[in-house]
């Protein structure tokens, strides 16, 4: 079931990253690029959220992720995931304004040390010295604590992409909307799009607000770097998951189906029509099909 799922995670990660890229350069026109740029961060929005998703399907599954874990690769992936989710020296995170809560989260990260993570591990050995200087945190604290969250991180700490999950892509939160149109300028474009065939409209105005919201999230003050510092974070962490992802599933081929591995010459299929990435383009506003 877990492969499945890792299977299925890769999947979307895949193709909502391979759909931002293509957005990005989909533009031409105002309009278009307007119709572009809404294109590139929706995609961001879905991915954020499935980043976040996939972080929290492996690790509670931790424990079966241990075999795959020797596999280079994957070892060099999960630690950039963990350290960037738990904020275990990840400079992109953002700091835990409460000690205790930071603790539950760098527990959750490690299993307190029950799980075979790399030597030296940055959230390992963070872990380890924070629990001894907290002595008021006991393992069976912390154990009980993580259990009550029923597997969800600590609120102490979050990063970009799990604040886009919760507050926008998944969401639509009230409280970050009303910060987004608060923010709001007389110089900001509420422009709406509207044509005569269906489903071929850009309500711009709403965009506009879901990326005042998407950059709100992020306490910079600056929207440009907000905005890369948040594709910046997507495409590092989707990067990683993509590596990830890929290691544990030829680690799962290579310990349990090795015939079929080898046998795979002779059901190798050539796909000779593939086209370049930088030759495609995704456009929002098209004509309908008639009969």
Same mark, same amino acid.
């Given at each position: 079931?877990?492969?499945?799922?890792?299977?299925?995670?890769?999947?979307?990660?895949?193709?909502?990253?391979?759909?931002?890229?293509?957005?990005?350069?989909?533009?031409?026109?105002? =309009?278009?690029?307007? !119709?572009?740029?809404?294109?590139?961060? =929706?995609?961001?929005?879905?991915? *954020?959220?499935?980043?976040?998703?996939?972080?929290?399907?492996?690790?509670?599954?931790?424990?079966?992720?241990?075999?795959?874990?020797?596999?280079?690769?994957?070892? *060099?992936?999960?630690?950039?995931?963990?350290?960037?989710?738990?904020?275990?020296?990840?400079?992109?995170?953002?700091?835990?304004?409460?000690?205790?809560?930071?603790?539950?989260?760098?527990?959750?990260?490690?299993?307190?040390?029950?799980?075979?993570?790399?030597?030296?591990?940055?959230?390992?050995?963070?872990?380890?010295?924070?629990?001894?200087?907290?002595?008021?945190?006991?393992?069976?604290?912390?154990?009980?604590?993580?259990?009550?969250?029923?597997?969800?991180?600590?609120?102490?700490?979050?990063?970009? =992409?799990?604040?886009?999950?919760?507050?926008?892509?998944?969401?639509?939160?009230?409280?970050?909307?009303?910060? !987004?149109?608060?923010?709001?300028?007389?110089?900001?474009?509420?422009?709406?799009?509207?044509?005569?065939?269906?489903?071929?409209?850009?309500?711009?105005? !709403?965009?506009?607000?879901?990326?005042?919201?998407?950059?709100?999230?992020?306490?910079?003050?600056?929207?440009?770097?907000?905005?890369?510092?948040?594709?910046?974070?997507?495409?590092?962490?989707?990067?990683?998951?993509?590596?990830?992802?890929? *290691?544990?599933?030829?680690?799962?081929?290579?310990?349990?189906?090795?015939?079929?591995?080898? !046998?795979?010459?002779?059901?190798?299929?050539?796909?000779?029509? *593939?086209?370049?990435?930088?030759? =495609?383009?995704?456009?929002?506003?098209?004509?309908?099909?008639?009969?």
């Amino acid at each position: 079931m877990f492969i499945l799922k890792m299977g299925q995670l890769g999947n979307e990660i895949n193709l909502l990253r391979f759909q931002m890229l293509v957005a990005m350069r989909s533009g031409g026109s105002e =309009i278009h690029n307007e !119709a572009s740029n809404a294109l590139t961060l =929706i995609n961001a929005r879905f991915l *954020a959220g499935r980043l976040y998703e996939g972080w929290v399907l492996c690790g509670a599954n931790v424990a079966m992720l241990r075999k795959y874990k020797r596999v280079a690769e994957a070892k *060099a992936a999960w630690r950039e995931i963990s350290r960037y989710f738990s904020g275990a020296g990840a400079p992109m995170g953002q700091k835990a304004d409460n000690k205790r809560q930071r603790l539950l989260t760098l527990a959750r990260l490690v299993q307190l040390e029950s799980v075979d993570l790399p030597p030296g591990s940055a959230g390992l050995e963070m872990a380890r010295r924070e629990l001894k200087s907290a002595p008021d945190l006991s393992a069976k604290d912390a154990i009980r604590a993580l259990r009550a969250e029923a597997g969800k991180l600590s609120t102490g700490y979050q990063s970009v =992409i799990e604040r886009l999950r919760h507050k926008v892509a998944f969401h639509n939160d009230d409280e970050a909307a009303g910060v !987004a149109y608060d923010a709001m300028t007389a110089d900001d474009d509420l422009s709406d799009f509207h044509t005569c065939h269906r489903g071929a409209v850009l309500y711009g105005s !709403a965009q506009t607000l879901n990326t005042l919201m998407m950059i709100s999230v992020t306490g910079n003050k600056d929207r440009a770097e907000a905005v890369d510092r948040i594709m910046g974070e997507i495409h590092q962490v989707a990067s990683h998951f993509y590596d990830y992802v890929e *290691a544990v599933m030829q680690s799962f081929f290579e310990n349990y189906m090795q015939e079929g591995l080898d !046998a795979l010459e002779d059901g190798k299929v050539v796909v000779d029509d *593939a086209i370049k990435l930088s030759d =495609i383009k995704l456009q929002y506003f098209c004509l309908p099909v008639r009969e």
